[in-house]
């Protein structure tokens, strides 16, 4: 299976970061996987944003959670990440993940996807 994310590379300071993720190979309501969205800004390490489950259940970093969004749609098989009122520290690589229910480990990453907040 292939995880694809796609979007906007440039977003200006204050607008909306939207992301799709296309999964291709598995259904995004199979049982007990999660799927997840990571980042990873220039020089730091890889930081969690949330995930939104095969049941339909969401959940989000406390950091990033009162800017942060998770849905899917279902009829497409894609996951979608909005980040709003971004600034110039939200600039970083974004992934989406699978993640298996049972043992926590995230076993099929997409390529990930520059995003560069700037005026």
């Known amino acids: 299976m292939q995880l694809q994310e796609s979007g906007p590379g440039l977003v200006k300071p204050s607008q909306t970061l939207s992301l799709t993720c296309t999964v291709s190979?598995?259904?995004?309501?199979?049982?007990?996987?999660?799927w997840s969205w990571i980042r990873q800004p220039p020089g730091k390490g890889l930081e969690w944003i949330g995930y939104?489950?095969?049941?339909?259940?969401?959940y989000y970093s406390p950091a990033l959670k009162s800017r942060t969004s998770i849905d899917r749609d279902t009829s497409n098989n894609r996951l979608t990440l909005q980040l709003t009122s971004v600034s110039p520290e939200d600039t970083a690589v974004y992934y989406c993940?699978?993640?298996?229910?049972?043992?926590?480990?995230?076993?099929?990453w997409g390529q990930g996807t520059q995003v560069t907040v700037s005026a």
């Open positions: 993940a699978r993640v298996v229910g049972r043992s926590g480990e995230y076993d099929i």
């Open positions: 190979g598995d259904s995004i309501t199979t049982a007990y996987y999660y």
């Open positions: 939104i489950g095969y049941s339909g259940s969401s």
